[in-house]
């Protein structure tokens, strides 16, 4: 026979188990979204900022655009440019908001220059539009040159080599996370040179 003070003991020990269980969940829960938070902005943005959509062929895109050239090419759209941009992205970046790429929807699209000249771009598209980003690659710049099967740093990507010697690059699989943006990415011809972006 179990003694009341001893089933209340009991009870005791489970409810604190299940208060500890849940404070644990939030921590994690809070951590999770405070590491999305710049994720959780873009995605803001997207939903509630009017914006004008864009269009411009990737063959286009080449080392002699600056700064300067994407107002000329982006006109009544705004431009954010800041130094240093990321490891490898360059020594300026400059972001603009758009609607959408070539009809894509896009959350945005960052440029990112060294010495000046235009060496990579990523065409952020939201996650439930992978396939149509991937359709338009497709229509527009033919069957990939490349695609890699296995993984590298956690992604899978078909490639495109350009006759002027540049790379445009898409995700094969979505992310698990729908926050995570896929990226249609260019590379200048002398970036793909530099890291040879197509192995013979």
């Known amino acids: 026979m179990i003694r009341k003070s001893d089933s209340r003991a009991s009870s005791e020990g489970v409810s604190l188990r299940r208060i500890l269980l849940a404070v644990l969940i939030a921590v994690a829960l809070a951590g999770v979204l405070f590491s999305q ?36 090419r982006f006109p009544g759209i705004p431009i954010r440019c800041s130094y240093n941009p990321g490891p490898g992205l360059g020594d300026r970046g400059c972001a603009l908001d758009a609607k959408s790429f070539n009809g894509v929807p896009t959350l945005f699209i960052a440029f990112f220059f060294e010495a000046g ?44 080599a350009l006759r002027d010697g540049a790379g445009v690059f898409f995700n094969r699989d979505k992310a698990l996370n729908p926050l995570v943006w896929n990226a ?6 002398s970036a793909c040179r530099a890291i040879e972006c197509f192995r013979q």
């Open 37 to 72: 938070r710049d994720a959780f902005q873009e995605h803001r943005l997207y939903f509630t900022q009017e914006r004008q959509g864009v269009a411009f062929r990737l063959e286009e895109l080449s080392e002699t655009w600056t700064e300067q050239s994407l107002g000329q």
């Open 117 to 160: 000249r235009l060496q990579q771009v990523s065409i952020n598209i939201p996650w439930w539009h992978h396939q149509r980003a991937h359709r338009y690659l497709r229509t527009s710049l033919g069957e990939p040159t490349a695609a890699q099967f296995l993984n590298f740093w956690d992604t899978r990507l078909y490639g495109w």
């Open 184 to 189: 249609i990415y260019w590379r200048s011809a």
